[in-house]
């Protein structure tokens, strides 16, 4: 199975900053990786998938790069929206696997 | 618009089976898989397997496989998850999602297992 990290865990921001959250796969999935925002107590939301593509509706802020091992995450300008839990997820091979999450919550 | 609506909570004993539905609406159901994806409390997300709703087709993850069944009504979209031998583990939220990027997803079905 492949083997997803995220990095970091968690992550203290204000509103404006500009927050960066990095993912590596344990092989080479090419662009096969999406994004996801996780509010407390509700459904995971796709924000980005093959690598870098916006999902309808999810505003321009959120910017998806990488391929093969390493991928990035970033949010430009945090609004009290976006304090959640992101997750990456590879879609290269079956199982799909996760990585075990961001936190990102208010400084 | 694209919308998965699951079916409600659940309370199981050890043992038990469960069966969560997720009913399909604006868009082709038989043109999209359906994937499977658990959450404990307070853990991440763990990928149980896709059902293909056009032929009925599966692919169970390795840890599930003898316990899952993946079924689909294709007249009425909806695709069911049935989850056998149930023990205190497999307390989680399970969700269906659209897709091999999973661009859709169900508002999540809590399944309680307690004795």
């Known amino acids: 199975d492949i083997q997803m990290t995220q990095s970091p865990s968690s992550l203290s921001a204000s509103v404006g900053d500009r927050v960066t959250i990095t993912c590596r796969a344990s092989?080479?999935?090419?662009?096969?990786l999406a994004w996801f925002q996780q509010k407390p107590g509700k459904a995971p939301k796709s924000l980005i998938y093959?690598?870098?593509s916006l999902q309808s509706g999810v505003p321009s802020k959120f910017n998806g790069s990488g391929s093969g091992t390493d991928f990035t995450l970033t949010i430009s300008s945090l609004q009290p929206e976006d304090f959640a839990t992101y997750y990456c997820?590879?879609?290269?091979?079956?199982?799909?696997?996760f990585g075990p999450g961001t936190k990102v919550d208010i400084k | 618009q694209v919308q998965l609506v699951q079916s409600g909570a659940e309370m199981k004993k050890p043992g038990a089976s469960v069966s969560v539905s997720c009913k399909a609406s604006?868009?082709?159901?038989?043109?999209?898989?359906i994937h499977w994806v658990r959450q404990a409390p307070g853990q991440g997300l763990e990928w149980m397997g896709w059902?293909?709703?056009?032929?009925?087709?599966?692919n169970y993850a390795q840890k599930f496989q003898g316990r899952v069944t993946m079924t689909r009504d294709t007249p009425i979209s909806t695709a069911y998850m049935e989850l056998s031998s149930l023990n205190c583990d497999d307390t989680a939220v399970y969700y269906c999602?659209?897709?091999?990027?999973?661009?859709?997803w169900g508002q999540g079905t809590l399944v309680t297992v307690s004795s």
């Open positions: 092989q080479d999935i090419r662009n096969y």
């Open positions: 999602a659209r897709g091999r990027s999973l661009d859709y």
């Open positions: 059902l293909n709703p056009d032929k009925g087709d599966t």
């Open positions: 604006g868009y082709t159901f038989t043109g999209y898989y």
């Open positions: 093959a690598a870098s």
């Open positions: 997820q590879q879609y290269n091979s079956y199982p799909f696997t």
